[in-house]
């Protein structure tokens, strides 16, 4: 290429025309080079584009070869040669730890689906936490895969939830893709049903009798029938109820319970749990068993509960309904624990009454409108007197005797008991004789007479029996102010209407010196803080003037010491005088220095005259005064750090300074 001209020089005919020629020739060169360019571009674009597809070509080969390689791999695996048997024992063996494995192991592969199906045993454990806008057929599938002999452990919690609209199908078909990725294993529902810790200020427990259960799963199969399984017969209507009322989730009761009943001859463990009342609630009546033959021959332990009174007009027989049958038979042969609170029931059906009782575990708690007369619930308590173990009843309302009471009911074998509402029930405990009682609550709404005379009555009459642990109107904490009645807040009856009156009204804890030799752990609510403590101090502090019986079965007596093994004291709205609320707290201080002495010994120790527990745990709940953070921290060291447990819900600071929360 030339190099352009020199224009330094005026402009001449000859220079213009050079210039004019040399212009064409860079136009042109301009322009053959843009074409040599895109040319090029072209071939590059066209080089990449067949080396990345070259590379796609190479990635999809290598991503079969990977997964050639790993289904070899898989067929090679030593599980694929794993006998079915050793398989088997695998999953139960799973199922052993984890009731509700085998929706799990059923989605790993057709294998093992094809092994799940195959062992009724690992279906045979019912957890289920529904609602009833859920499919009920749920609970037909797995009845249906533990087969037709395998005896069934079955619970079912059942959150009641608001009523879906019209247009929401209530029993959605979920698709395979839906079923399988769906979360199986959901969290346990919050403590309805359970006892606990004390829970944070503002956040209530519903008390109930048992602990609390193991987690549930939610699964939602398609709905399918077949094998033999009947539909359910027609919903009844509730009387005044109009058809159009009758939407499909009030229907969920009848259909789940006609499913279960049908199964009753398996039933090895039934339990039935639900917040507040539900449409189809009288679904439940159906559980009344044959009435020729053996209803449930495999049950141990039976219990329907509400966490809230729910409302029937009838009471129910439950299991089984009646013995007026030729050749009756025992139809619950293998009936151990019989669980019914807040649901309707006689008080002389056989489930109580049966002529062969066995039962070891009775916990009632009826319905705040029934009024069952006080001999009544004693004839439930010497039907079974024989055998029960442990005995827990609160009735609300308690009408008088109709026939005379007996001047004395022993129960041989009775550790456990608990005893709360109506005053009436009192006059129950009058008449009672418990060698072995090792726990005793009691929760009285409004005693007439000083709760301890009833304590110490019933000591004297059971000939001092290993009692270690005693609780005094310990239900729960006082409900806040505008709390409506009936609402599950986490009181009992007594508590919620009264306060702690039971233990509010006892005079003198001199009691605790003459039965508390074995007693371990003490709950009292509502008590007089500083008359509680004297009691409990060392024998100096106190006055000197208790005196203590032997220390355990054939211990030594420790002079002086109330409760010389206390490990455990829980005081739940306690109160300390006004005027003298240092007073309260200072005896608390010296009651704590003189049981859990400096340097970690045993007060008394080396004294020749028994030993004095120290202290272990330490709950103030609503006690109504401030520690202080001092004296808490004081307080860890003497007992434990995280053994003092202060939950002032009045008093921010001493919620700070819990190590609780």
């Known amino acids: 290429m030339s190099l352009p001209p020199s224009f330094q020089e005026p402009p001449t005919t000859q220079s213009l025309a050079a210039a004019r020629a040399t212009l064409d020739e860079s136009r042109k060169n301009a322009c053959s080079l843009t074409d040599k360019i895109a040319q090029a571009q072209a071939s590059l674009k066209q080089i990449v584009a067949e080396a990345e597809a070259a590379i796609d070509d190479m990635l999809r080969e290598q991503s079969l070869v990977e997964k050639t390689i790993a289904h070899t791999q898989a067929y090679l695996a030593p599980i694929r040669r794993l006998p079915g048997e050793l398989l088997r024992e695998l999953f139960l063996w799973c199922f052993e730890g984890h009731p509700c494995c085998a929706w799990v192991l059923s989605a790993v592969c057709t294998t093992w689906r094809c092994q799940a199906l195959s062992i009724p045993r690992i279906w045979s454990k019912i957890r289920l936490f529904t609602n009833q806008s859920s499919s009920p057929d749920t609970i037909r599938l797995w009845l249906e895969r533990s087969g037709p002999t395998v005896p069934l452990d079955i619970e079912i919690y059942l959150r009641v939830v608001q009523s879906e609209p019209a247009a929401v199908v209530p029993y959605p078909r979920r698709r395979r893709h839906d079923y399988l990725t769906h979360t199986f294993l959901a969290a346990p529902p919050p403590p309805l049903f359970g006892t606990g810790p004390l829970p944070a200020p503002g956040h209530l427990i519903v008390p109930h009798f048992t602990p609390s259960v193991t987690p549930f799963i939610v699964p939602q199969p398609a709905i399918h029938h077949h094998g033999g399984w009947e539909s359910p017969p027609a919903v009844p209507m509730f009387h005044g109820q109009a058809e159009s009322a009758a939407q499909p989730n009030l229907h969920w009761g009848h259909i789940a319970v006609y499913y279960l009943v049908q199964q009753m001859h398996r039933w090895e463990r039934f339990v039935f749990r639900f917040d507040k009342n539900f449409g189809s609630i009288a679904a439940l009546k159906s559980i009344t068993g044959a009435l020729t033959a053996c209803a449930a021959p495999l049950l141990r332990e039976f219990e329907v509960s509400s966490a809230s009174a729910v409302f029937y007009p009838t009471e129910w027989g439950w299991l089984p309904s009646s013995r007026a049958v030729p050749g009756w038979v ?24 049966q002529e062969a009782t066995q039962l070891t575990t009775l916990n009632i708690r009826a319905l705040p409108a029934s009024l069952i007369p006080l001999d009544r619930i004693l004839g439930i308590i010497s039907a079974n007197s024989r055998t029960l173990k442990s005995l827990r009843l609160h009735f609300s309302s308690v009408s008088h005797a109709v026939l005379p009471l007996p001047a004395s009911t022993t129960l041989d074998h009775l550790e456990d008991l608990y005893v709360g509402g109506h005053h009436l029930l009192s006059q129950l405990i009058d008449t009672l004789i418990l060698p072995d009682l090792c726990a005793l ?10 709760i301890e005379e009833t304590i110490s009555s019933l000591y004297t009459r059971s000939h001092n029996p290993p009692l270690r642990s005693l609780a005094v109107s310990y239900g729960g904490p006082t409900p806040p102010p505008g709390t409506p009645v009936g609402v599950s807040s986490g009181q009992t009856p007594s508590s ?13 804890w001199g009691f605790l010196g003459e039965m508390g030799g074995s007693l371990e752990v003490l709950k009292i609510g509502g008590a007089a803080l500083e008359c509680l403590i004297g009691t409990l101090m060392a024998p100096d502090d106190a006055g000197g003037t208790l005196m203590t019986g032997p220390n355990g079965p054939g211990g030594p007596a420790v002079p002086g010491w109330a409760c010389p093994k206390l490990r455990e004291l829980y005081l739940r709205g306690c109160h300390a005088h006004a005027h003298a609320s240092n007073d309260g707290i200072g005896k608390l201080v010296k009651m704590v220095d003189a049981r859990n002495p400096e340097g970690g010994g045993s007060a008394n120790a080396g004294m020749g005259s028994g030993m004095v527990s120290r202290l272990t745990r330490l709950e103030l709940d609503d006690c109504g005064f401030q520690l202080g953070g001092d004296v808490v921290q004081w307080l860890e060291g003497r007992i434990g750090k995280g053994a003092v447990v202060c939950v002032e819900p009045q008093v921010e600071a001493c919620v700070v300074c819990s190590p609780h929360y």
């Open 330 to 353: 025992n139809p619950l042969p293998k009936l151990r624990t019989l669980t019914l609170q807040y649901a309707p029931f006689k008080p002389t059906s056989p489930i109580f009454l």
């Open 441 to 450: 609550d009691l929760d009285f709404d409004a005693p007439r007479e000083p």
């Open 496 to 508: 919620f209407y009264y306060g702690y009156v039971a233990a509010g009204t006892v005079v003198s």
